[in-house]
């Protein structure tokens, strides 16, 4: 069965050091997304992303959050300088048409992201 | 704005015992509603969904039923396994929009 594939599964990083979270989507999706989750709280929204280009942001993702599909298969989250508030679980989703329209988003096993 | 509010864990059952997990969300359209669950080790996973009111979502011998008058979805299960212990988030999303509001999660462990 097709799956959401993530890369690393956990990242330890220095504060301030850039870190980029790698995600695989199922191949003909055309929809992808990012959220976190902070430890003991919600699964949150940060992207989406159609057509090359964002479609949605939350407030979260500010500009030391960027994405890309660089090579048509990969997903990637860049985050510039990482703060200690940064350390969550980035789950990585996609689907085929607007979430909204479906609800069926597919998603990975997670990467975890440890700031110190 | 949007959200959803959903029972603490964690929820200890013995197999076979009947399982609750209550969820109530608050959403300024009209939202789709999901459970989605998240075995140990992997990604979180669609288990049941329900478009409009008074529908019923089901998989697995989970039910959900939308109801719009309490603004709830919470989660049944008549018979759970050892096998159902995992964390289930219950979320929200509204027409032609990308984004999936969840819950805080309820971790579920059931034992033999």
């Known amino acids: 069965e097709p799956e959401v594939t993530q890369t690393p599964s956990h990242q330890v990083t220095q504060m301030g050091q850039e870190v980029i979270l790698r995600c695989v989507p199922i191949?003909?999706?055309?929809?992808f997304y990012w959220y976190r989750q902070i430890l003991g709280q919600k699964v949150e929204f940060l992207v989406s992303?159609?057509?090359?280009?964002?479609?949605?942001k939350s407030e979260i993702f500010d500009d030391q959050f960027s994405v890309e599909r660089p090579d048509g298969s990969n997903f990637t989250l860049k985050i510039r300088s990482t703060k200690l508030e940064d350390s969550a679980m980035y789950f990585c989703?996609?689907?085929?048409?607007?979430?909204?329209?479906?609800?069926?988003?597919?998603f990975g096993e997670g990467s975890r992201l440890t700031v110190l | 704005g949007d959200s959803v509010t959903q029972m603490e864990g964690p929820v200890t059952l013995s197999e076979e015992a009947f399982l609750t997990i209550n969820c109530t969300y608050t959403a300024t359209g009209y939202p789709s509603l999901f459970w989605y669950v998240q075995y140990p080790g992997e990604g979180l996973q669609l288990l049941l969904k329900?478009?409009?009111?008074?529908d019923k979502g089901s998989n697995k011998g989970f039910e959900a039923t939308y109801r719009k008058e309490t603004t709830s979805f919470h989660l049944e299960k008549g018979s759970v396994q050892v096998s159902d212990s995992a964390v289930y988030f219950c979320a929200l999303i509204l027409y032609n929009t990308d984004k999936l509001i969840f819950g805080t999660g309820t971790r579920l462990q059931v034992f033999p």
């Open positions: 191949s003909n999706h055309l929809y």
């Open positions: 992303f159609y057509n090359n280009e964002i479609s949605e």
């Open positions: 329900a478009t409009k009111a008074d």
């Open positions: 989703a996609s689907s085929e048409r607007v979430g909204g329209n479906t609800g069926e988003l597919f």
